[in-house]
């Protein structure tokens, strides 16, 4: 039995279109580099004929070839590739030697979590994590660790503003962790969380908010999250809009 051997040398995930965002984001915009570590899992070459392609070997092709491309157009952009990925999903961690704290996106980056992930080097790059005066200090007081887990889609449009607020904070303090998930990529986070529309926060996976709005009342969860005896902020309930459903 012969072994067929998939295509040598991947597709560019990059358009010229494409490319030209990304310099225009990031050309000018970066102070101290920024680490990018995507662990994509395997991803085989071979192929047994009449074989269906893994699907997610697929998505780890596409992540390390997102990390090398975006590598290729920022010098300031260092590409580390690893395996494997987590949550059956690639996953791409951001760290700046500006910023104390990480970020973590869980499936690869497309439409608004990719111009998200752009903000994420950025911010790391900079050490302007865009957050409201005084929200930094408070995040370094934290009595413990926080895990935070933002699930988005990527044409969700309140999503953007939740993921952006989101990362701010994870960056700014070492006491945040923030990944940021992918609901359509990140399966079995959604199915372990009872996640049916976005953008929702989860708090160390117990609790959950749904369709938050990027304000006060975030930072007061995540204070409230890290101490129990801390009161929690009172919100209006908002219900997802159609577009903000995950699929059964």
């Known amino acids: 039995m012969e072994l067929g051997r998939r295509p040598v ?10 490319r030209n965002y990304v310099v225009a984001q990031l050309e000018g915009q970066m ?21 269906s392609p893994d699907p997610g070997a697929d998505e780890g ?9 975006l590598g290729s157009l920022e010098p300031r952009l260092q590409v580390t590739l690893t395996s494997p990925g987590a949550a059956g999903a690639p996953v791409f961690t951001v760290s700046g030697r500006a910023s ?26 900079t050490g302007d994590h865009g957050l409201p005066a005084g929200w930094s200090q408070a995040l370094e007081r934290l009595p413990r660790p926080v895990h935070t887990r933002v699930f988005a889609t990527p044409t969700c449009p309140g999503c953007p503003p939740v ?9 700014a303090t070492d006491r945040l962790r923030v990944e940021v998930v992918d609901g359509l990529a990140g399966s079995d986070l959604v199915r372990e969380y009872g996640v049916s529309g976005v953008p929702t ?5 117990q609790l959950s908010l749904e369709n938050p709005s990027p304000d ?33």
């Open 9 to 18: 040398g991947p597709a560019p995930f990059f358009d010229d279109v494409d």
């Open 31 to 51: 102070d101290a580099p920024v680490d990018l570590m995507v662990a994509a899992g395997p991803s085989s070459p071979l192929l047994l004929p009449g074989a």
């Open 61 to 69: 092709r596409q992540a390390e070839q997102l990390a090398l491309e």
């Open 100 to 125: 104390p704290g990480v970020v973590r996106f869980v499936g690869v980056p497309r439409v608004n979590l990719f111009r998200n992930l752009l903000e994420a080097i950025r911010r790391a790059s």
């Open 163 to 171: 993921v952006a607020t989101a990362i701010g904070m994870g960056l």
């Open 201 to 205: 926060v989860v708090l160390d996976g």
């Open 216 to 248: 006060e009342s975030l930072l007061e969860f995540v204070l409230h999250a890290a101490d129990r005896s801390r009161p929690a902020p009172t919100v209006a309930s908002v219900p997802f809009r159609a577009c903000g459903r995950l699929p059964d």
